[in-house]
T-cell receptor, first 108, second 115 residues
Framework: KNEVEQSPQNLTAQEGEFITINCSYS?????LHWLQQHPGGGIVSLFM???GKKKHGRLIATINIQEKHSSLHITASHPRDSAVYIC??????????FGQGTRLTINP | KAGVTQTPRYLIKTRGQQVTLSCSPI?????VSWYQQTPGQGLQFLFE???????NKGNFPGRFSGRQFSNSRSEMNVSTLELGDSALYLC??????????????FGQGTRLTVV
């Protein structure tokens, strides 16, 4: 079992739908990162959080430390949100560990 | 403010050769970390440099090495290239260590193909 598991692996939705991507991890962490990767490879850091909830425009990220679980929500999804979303965790001075990514496709 | 710059963007090398990739971080950032992304293994952490010192290393063979200069620019070197080294290599810069509570800014990556 991977240390960081994301679900679903692939998600296709219609424009305007509410999207949820989940991330579960198996060890204690110091921070959790949500990343977005568009075709071509460039990665953008969306959120970094260690507790609670953060909001950026239509994006919301939550984390439950006790349950070792985080969710990334996208409200009013748009085709430009189509990308791979990656969850990563860091544990103190140890290496970053990544989930396998969720490929999101939003159809117009 | 300029972003993270990686050069070159694309590279084709032959098995057995060596390659050097470059990463220029955002001005003022002291940490540069490197990652390998392949279809089979996904994103994997290679190593992190902070103020010219390697701070952490992932599970990669000694053929993968790096260094950081006094201006925080970093280079990554892979010697004796193997076909399996074909990947997208990404670097990220941050103010403090990427492993602590700090945001990382990624470059566009260098796509290395080994033939």
């Amino acid at each position: 079992k991977n240390e960081v598991e994301q679900s679903p692996q692939n998600l296709t939705a219609q424009e305007g739908e509410f999207i949820t991507i989940n991330c579960s991890y198996s060890v204690g962490i110091s921070a959790l990162h949500w990343l977005q990767q568009h075709p071509g490879g460039g990665i953008v850091s969306l959120f970094m959080l260690s507790s609670g909830k953060k909001k950026h425009g239509r994006l919301i990220a939550t984390i439950n430390i006790q349950e070792k679980h985080s969710s990334l929500h996208i409200t009013a999804s748009h085709p430009r949100d189509s990308a791979v979303y990656i969850c990563a965790v860091s544990r103190g001075a140890q290496k970053l560990v990544f989930g396998q990514g969720t490929r999101l496709t939003i159809n117009p | 403010k300029a972003g993270v710059t990686q050069t070159p963007r694309y590279l084709i090398k032959t098995r057995g050769q060596q390659v050097t990739l470059s990463c220029s971080p955002i001005s003022g950032h002291r940490s540069v970390s490197w990652y390998q992304q392949t279809p089979g293994q996904g994103l994997q952490f290679l190593f992190e440099y902070f103020s010219e010192t390697q701070r952490n290393k992932g599970n990669f063979p000694g053929r993968f090495s790096g260094r950081q200069f006094s201006n925080s620019r970093s280079e990554m070197n892979v010697s004796t290239l193997e076909l399996g080294d074909s990947a997208l290599y990404l670097c990220a810069s941050s103010l403090e260590s990427v492993l602590s509570y700090t945001e990382a800014f990624f470059g566009q990556g260098t796509r290395l193909t080994v033939v």
